[in-house]
């Protein structure tokens, strides 16, 4: 009777175990989401968490400027955060690490179909926390040439930098940048890759978001970013360089 208990125990012991180390169910249900997980996670231990945000429309109309933000502020000690759409022929959009900065980031991005859009925030303690939603769209958006390519008004505005910086509702500041570039995939025909590839915000030496960015991210990309309370500087440096090698340097002010 003993050795039959001690057989038992064992057992539930070891399915205990296989349970508690098996891949989590995805709750977008996506059929690509095992090949993201070993893409982006393989070996790493990776939950999916209500804290990890991601907003965006149910449909989107245009499937070259979709709306997308992601908010990680509830979780303590990210690190960095990396964000993909399941099946998009270019799985990933970017990553930030967020600095001085909250753990948030809004911009638009290119939907080749309809698609879950992930984020996940790497903690301190190593564990991949992931949230996402879907997104459904027409399709299209990662396969044209940028309106952009085929006007040579940005040849003489390539980088340029617009943006502003106010209080934001309840406490700290918001900052809102818009850069021109036309950000190809390089999937259209006869038209190379060519996107900006690092953006990074200061406060003097002081850095607030380092994002690294891939060529789903819209033309003419736009990026918000929260900044906590105290972190309210007069103005803000961004600086980056795209993969041609052209520089960006500019000042966001009040």
Known sequence: ????SLLLASVLLCCGHARADAPPTDPLESARWDDMRKSFFDGQQVVFDARVQVTGPLTAENPMNVPVAVNA???????????FADFNPIVRILDFTPGAADAS?????????????RAAALTADGVWHVGGTWINTTGGGCTVPSTGSASPEWQSRLNEVSGRMWPREGAGERVRLRIIHPMDTGLAPSVPAFHIEELV????????????TFEPVSENPLFTVDLPPGADPARIRVSGRDNNGNRINAWVTR
């Open 1 to 4: 009777m003993k050795l039959a």
């Open 73 to 83: 502020s509830g979780l303590p000690g990210v690190r960095q955060v990396i964000v």
């Open 105 to 117: 980031l809004a911009f638009r991005i290119k939907l080749q179909q309809s698609s879950p859009v």
């Open 201 to 212: 915000l200061a406060d003097g030496d002081r850095e607030l978001m380092r994002i690294h």
